[in-house]
């Protein structure tokens, strides 16, 4: 079942903060988080396992509430750099398929 | 180290035709997976190939198949096209398998008209 991601789209000035959610009502293992550019390929950004940690790539952080289901990805400061779509991958155990969320494209304008 | 690498990088075909696309991974990774890419639907998983095994697939229909050689390149055939499978169709490769970091070829677009 796919994850529902949470807004759909955000527009951000330059140095702003925003929140990217992804919820399931399924139990999880894991949260992949991927960015992907305008007419790029999705890059990863980093993956979360179950047990609520948080991680960090540049100034974009997450976590995983394992009681929730739910991941959030932290957009701090944010650049121009990190327009894009972002999309949560889950996993409901360990080597199961990912399916991915609808994604929630974000701008940042100067 | 080179990218993952797609061939063709655009195909237009017509109802009724079949497909082949192809996938290199990065070297050394034995794991490739596939995924469609559409406005409406997002990025819809296929199927994962571990050395040369199907390992996971997703919710498709069985015209999709696919193939993974011994030196780990794929290959992905879609048979008897429909106007609905017009889409970019991403290749990504791992090292062990889709719960680790991906890297994603730039895709191939099909258009079938």
């Known amino acids: 079942q796919q994850p529902v991601q949470s807004p759909q789209a955000v527009i951000l000035r330059e140095g702003e903060d925003a929140v990217i959610n992804c919820s399931s009502s399924k139990a999880l293992y894991s949260v992949h988080w991927y960015r992907q550019k305008h007419g790029e390929a999705p890059v990863f950004l980093m993956i979360?396992?179950?047990?609520?940690e948080q991680k960090g790539h540049e100034k974009i952080s997450a976590s995983f509430n394992e009681k929730k289901q739910q991941s959030s990805l932290y957009l701090t400061a944010s650049q121009l750099s990190y327009s894009g779509t972002y999309f949560c991958?889950?996993?409901?155990?360990?080597?199961?398929?990912?399916?991915f969320g609808g994604g929630t494209r974000v701008l940042v304008k100067p | 180290k080179a990218g993952v690498t797609q061939t063709p990088r655009y195909l237009i075909k017509t109802r009724g035709q079949q497909v082949t696309l192809s996938c290199s991974p990065i070297?050394?990774?034995?794991?490739v997976s596939w995924y469609q890419q559409t406005p409406g639907q997002g990025l819809q998983f296929l199927f994962e190939y571990f050395s040369e095994t199907q390992r996971n697939k997703g919710n498709f229909p069985g015209r999709f198949s696919g193939r993974q050689f011994s030196n780990s390149r794929s290959e992905m055939n879609v048979s008897t096209l429909e106007l609905g499978d017009s889409a970019l169709y991403l290749c990504?490769?791992?090292?062990?398998?889709?719960?680790?970091?991906?890297?994603f070829g730039p895709g191939t677009r099909l258009t079938v008209l």
């Open positions: 991958g889950t996993e409901r155990a360990a080597g199961n398929k990912l399916t």
């Open positions: 990504a490769s791992s090292p062990r398998g889709t719960y680790n970091e991906q890297f």
């Open positions: 070297s050394g990774h034995r794991s």
């Open positions: 979360l396992l179950k047990g609520g």
